[in-house]
């Protein structure tokens, strides 16, 4: 089995900063993409950013310029740094991972259980 697990969530003024760490463990042979999405209350869970295979990384439009995401592939870890933070950041951030657990296994998609990021005064 593969675990997902993120840390570093919590309760943040605007303009603050946060950094969100996540490990992956368990049954991992290769891991192609690793990145963050967030669920606000009554909305839809969205991509924020995520780093693929060599290290192209893709951003939402939102956060472009305050957020920035990289990836320790030795260790499996990704991680977002979030800077200038506003209070529509507020959500629980998503790990995701896309891995297989061998050499012949097909790609899965994985997914920790969240983190709350609040953003208020």
């Known amino acids: 089995q593969v675990q997902l697990v993120e840390s570093g969530g919590g309760l943040v003024q605007p303009g603050g900063s946060l950094r969100l760490s996540c490990a992956a463990s368990g049954s991992i042979f290769s891991i192609n993409a690793m990145g963050w999405y967030r669920q606000a209350p009554g909305k839809q869970r969205e991509l924020v950013a995520d780093?693929?295979?060599?290290?192209?990384?893709n951003y939402a439009d939102s956060v472009k310029g305050r957020f920035t995401v990289s990836r320790d592939n030795g260790k499996n870890m990704v991680y977002l740094q979030m800077n200038s933070l506003k209070p529509e950041d507020t959500a629980v951030y998503y790990c995701?991972?896309?891995?297989?657990?061998?050499?012949?296994?097909?790609?899965?998609?994985?997914w920790g259980q969240g983190t709350q990021v609040t953003v208020s005064s």
């Open positions: 995701n991972a896309v891995l297989k657990n061998g050499r012949g296994a097909p790609w899965y998609n994985y």
């Open positions: 780093i693929i295979g060599g290290g192209n990384t």
